[in-house]
């Protein structure tokens, strides 16, 4: 797991210990995501399935992508797809992933990269493993975050933000057990790079075995922590949590988690994301990739998509398989 690692973390600024009289929040569930498959068949672990949309608000939706050692010729991305009404923010752990749209945008992000999809009034969109890796195979893992977007943004023009591993916001824990990757938000005074249209953080936080983090988070955000690998435990009265589960938190100033002493051995470590937004509170109406307020809306996403107003597949694209010498 690369994403971005640092050589002496003592360097790093350290996350403020949480006050004396700061909260500490109560852990309400812990469930454990179902694997499935997602676009061409590529595996996936759904994060947030069983949890209550109240509990998640601003977030909608996410995907673990992986773990997976694809065998050349195996690794697998998505067709052609319709958004509207929301964001999508995919960051690679390992591997590579490209993406592109109908608005001809597009690029490819690798380990500890993110792309940052603003969907907004509409568009088609692609991911897929460039054909390199689909040639030699090899080891595929990350995150698909849904947010949602408040109804006076669901009408926005389209927008990238490609963020590259570097620029992601760099903190420790108080003894230096910890090593946080802030993607978005603020965390201790460091920020992340993505720019977002509902307040929110996200972090990717790799706890050492036997390491514990206690982390300020705002009140008025709500808190979940995805276990990616390892084991470990949340809250203050130590939760156990494993690989593929979720931790929804109840109200506080800070989330307390810790990494158990012993961990798997390709997993020596306890990695997590971190997520927390301020709650929209919209009526939701969702029907697969179009997220609105009312069914109204996403009937006229629906017909739109039919008709072609979301855009059309760019005529240079190439579907992999068609190149000299590749996979079919």
């Known amino acids: 797991m690369p994403a971005v690692t640092v050589t002496d973390v003592s360097t790093l600024p350290r996350v403020p210990a949480p006050g004396p009289t700061d909260l500490d929040r109560g852990v309400r569930s812990v469930t454990t995501a179902p694997k499935g498959y997602e676009g061409e068949g590529f595996p996936v672990r759904r994060a947030f399935q069983g949890v209550d949309l109240r509990d ?13 050692e694809y065998a050349p010729g195996e690794p697998k991305g998505t067709s052609w797809h319709p958004h509207r009404g929301f964001e999508t923010v995919t960051y690679i752990i390992d591997g ?41 195979g090899g080891l595929f893992h990350g995150l698909q975050l849904w947010v949602n977007l408040p109804k006076k943004d669901k009408w926005l023009p389209p927008k990238y933000q490609d963020l590259r591993a570097a620029e992601s916001g760099l903190v420790a824990s108080p003894d230096g057990g910890a090593l946080l990757r802030v993607i978005a938000g603020d965390v201790a005074g460091i920020s992340g790079p993505g720019a977002t249209h509902t307040p929110m953080a996200m972090v990717h936080a790799t706890v ?20 990616m690998s390892g084991s470990g435990t949340v809250g203050a009265d130590r939760r156990p949590i494993r690989t593929g589960q979720l931790a929804v938190f109840g ?27 301020l709650p929209i509170r919209e009526p939701v109406a969702w029907a697969g990739p179009f997220v609105m307020n009312t069914k109204a809306e996403v009937h006229e996403a629906f017909e ?8 059309v597949v760019p005529s240079d694209y190439v579907p992999h398989g068609s190149l000299p010498g590749s996979f079919s």
């Open 304 to 311: 739109d998509y039919q008709r072609g107003r979301l855009g």
């Open 56 to 68: 998640l608000d601003p977030f909608l939706h996410m995907d673990q992508l992986g773990e997976v």
């Open 96 to 136: 590579t992933f490209e993406h592109g749209d109908s608005h001809g945008g597009g690029g490819t992000i690798t380990n500890g990269d993110t792309q940052w999809m603003t969907a907004g009034s509409g568009l088609l969109h692609i991911e897929r493993p460039p054909e390199a890796l689909v040639r030699s």
């Open 208 to 227: 050492s075995p036997g390491g514990e983090l206690r982390l300020p988070w705002p009140r008025e955000f709500n808190a979940l922590v995805y276990v």
């Open 251 to 277: 109200p506080g100033d800070a989330i307390t988690m810790g990494g158990n002493v012993s961990q798997e051995s390709r997993h020596p470590a306890f990695d997590v994301v971190v997520l927390g937004g």
